[in-house]
């Protein structure tokens, strides 16, 4: 246990500071990903933070912050890549490997490789793959490095600029036949969403680790794959549940995340479909989160983009036994789920279910709204039937 710790690699965390992000943000970007790294296997060793009036186009940061970094990493000697928070065009990659000498990638790229380490169904692992491609082509002229010879001018069209163009055509071709497949998965998912016949369907959606996957094998009885990680889930999963005679389909689906590049969003659109065809989306918060406040826009934005915001909605509050409420000194002050329901929390976002599904508490509240937004859906959807 302990080599297969000492061989992870140990990486910089970089992060701007501009108009549109606050000193505050930036520190809980950071600490996301600070999570996403010890997600992907990394060791984070070292943040870094920039304030920018403007983008420098060359490397995003300016010249004397990343001398600032390349001089840490050359006195830390053991620094295997530079990991930004946002994200890098394919020519500033380029040009911060080249200064640092060490592998840089953007925070897309992070989440890219989780993904591809968690796809565990075929479906997954197609839906990824082609989200790689998508944003490995427009980087291939980096990948080689072994012909910096040619480049300039007159000598670009040689050997070199001749591999990267069969690669793109490669590239490009894979593409298109990823899309294909996706196609063809699309058309059978929905094949297999006509076949579960006429019963109510309701989504579990949320950001990242806010604990959909523990709800829903305490509510299905099931094994879902639940993990304290970011992505622990990546494929749909639809289970058959039934509350006091009546029956309706439980799904879990893919975390949303901030700055969740559209590509991204658009190759899991065969997964997010289950989201668009649900009857009754149920948020699922992290409650315990610093700034789950700013979770719930984000999940809201991207429900947005995804058009399902007309659709019936249960905020669901999890993880209520590790929210505390705090005194004016800061200290931490006992806290029930009967404080919570009473708080300005419950006010301000009605509708709303404060639970533990870890430590089971207030699932019989959740059941019973759930089941009253079932019978609704089931109530209009056959008027003149008795569920």
């Known amino acids: 246990m302990i080599d297969r710790i000492q061989k992870r690699e140990k990486a910089v965390l970089v992060g701007v500071c501009h108009q549109e992000q606050k000193k505050e943000q930036l520190l809980e970007y950071l600490d996301e990903l600070s999570f996403l790294c010890s997600t992907a296997g990394a060791v984070p060793v070292k943040r870094f933070t920039q304030n920018l009036h403007h983008v420098d186009p060359a490397t995003l940061i300016g010249k004397g912050k990343v ?3 390349k001089k840490f990493i050359e006195e830390a000697g053991d620094i295997n ?4 928070d946002d994200e890098l065009s394919p020519s500033q990659q380029r040009n911060l490997e080249k200064e ?3 592998k840089v990638i953007d925070r897309t790229g992070l989440i890219l490789d989780i993904f ?5 169904s075929a479906h997954a692992k197609t839906q990824v793959e082609l989200a790689q491609y998508e944003y490995l082509l427009p980087r291939l002229m980096g990948m080689w490095t072994h012909l910096e010879k040619q480049r300039g001018g ?3 069209r040689g050997p070199g600029e001749t591999e990267i163009e069969t690669d793109r055509r490669r590239v490009r071709k894979r593409i ?6 996706i196609e063809d998965i699309d058309r059978q998912m929905t094949t297999q969403r006509k076949n579960r016949g006429q019963l109510i369907r309701i989504s579990l959606v949320g950001y990242t680790n806010a604990g959909k996957s523990t709800l829903m094998n305490l509510l299905s009885h099931s094994e879902v794959f639940a993990e304290n990680a970011l992505f622990a889930t990546l494929d749909t999963t639809v289970r058959k549940v039934t509350f006091e005679t009546t029956t309706f389909l439980l799904s879990d689906t893919v975390g949303f995340i901030r700055k969740l590049p559209t590509f991204l969003i ?4 065969s997964t997010l479909d289950e989201v668009r065809e649900a009857d009754v989306l149920m948020h699922v918060v992290d409650i315990s989160h610093p700034n789950f406040e700013d979770q719930i826009k984000v999940v809201n934005q991207t429900l947005a ?3 399902v915001t007309d659709k019936p909605t249960i905020l669901v509050f999890n993880k209520a036994d590790a929210f505390h409420f705090r005194d004016e000194d800061g200290n931490e002050l006992p806290t029930t789920i009967d404080d919570l329901k009473n708080s300005w929390i419950a006010k301000e976002h009605k509708e709303s279910v404060f639970i533990s599904a870890v430590g089971k508490q207030n699932i019989n509240e959740l059941r019973a709204v759930m089941l009253n937004k079932i019978r609704r859906e089931y109530g209009i959807r056959y008027p003149y039937s008795i569920v």
């Open 67 to 69: 001398q600032e970094i």
């Open 81 to 84: 890549m530079v990991v930004f």
């Open 100 to 102: 640092l000498g060490k």
């Open 116 to 120: 591809a380490d968690r796809a565990q």
């Open 154 to 156: 007159i000598g670009m």
């Open 176 to 181: 298109a036949l990823l899309k294909e497949r």
């Open 266 to 269: 658009e190759a899991f659109k």
């Open 305 to 307: 983009e995804l058009k």
